[in-house]
């Protein structure tokens, strides 16, 4: 069963462009981290690793998700865990926008992406 997920900031967060993704950094918190994106068609991120888990649940849209060599086609509610050190890349192979909240632990996926990003 699927459950119906809604979800906002107050006051919003911090915004960057993530591999020229909108991301929205909401909480890094003692060792938990949790961001929001948001995918065009046809966008995504580069191929990429990092030593620290995540995980992606979809809001709306839909997203592929590539593991290595494997691909997983994600659909609203759905979640996805990636374990640390696993070269993986999202794209929106749809023709909406999606929009997805990330999950890592411990909560460096906040500073990999101000590493890598510029200010939105």
């Known amino acids: 069963m699927k459950i119906p997920f809604s979800f906002t900031v107050p006051n919003g967060g911090e915004w960057l462009s993530f591999h020229g993704?909108?991301?929205?950094l909401?909480?890094?918190?003692?060792?938990?981290?949790?961001?929001?994106g948001f995918v065009g068609p046809g966008e995504g991120?580069?191929?990429?690793?990092?030593?620290?888990g995540e995980g992606f649940y979809l809001l709306r849209g839909s997203l592929?998700?590539?593991?290595?060599?494997?691909v997983c086609q994600m659909q609203p509610g759905d979640f996805v865990h990636l374990p640390a050190n696993v070269t993986h890349f999202?794209?929106?192979?749809?023709s909406q926008g999606a929009e997805v909240l990330?999950?890592?632990?411990?909560?460096q996926f906040n500073d990999f992406q101000r590493?890598?990003?510029i200010a939105a």
Do not use: M
Not at 26 to 36: K, Q
Not at 45 to 52: C, I, K, M, Q, T
Not at 64 to 70: A, S
Not at 90 to 94: A, C, D, E
């Open 21 to 24: 993704v909108p991301v929205e």
């Open 102 to 107: 990330v999950f890592s632990v411990p909560g």
């Open 26 to 36: 909401i909480l890094n918190l003692a060792g938990f981290g949790l961001s929001r």
């Open 115 to 117: 590493e890598v990003s």
């Open 64 to 70: 592929t998700v590539t593991v290595e060599d494997e």
């Open 45 to 52: 991120a580069l191929p990429h690793r990092h030593s620290f």
């Open 90 to 94: 999202i794209k929106n192979t749809g």
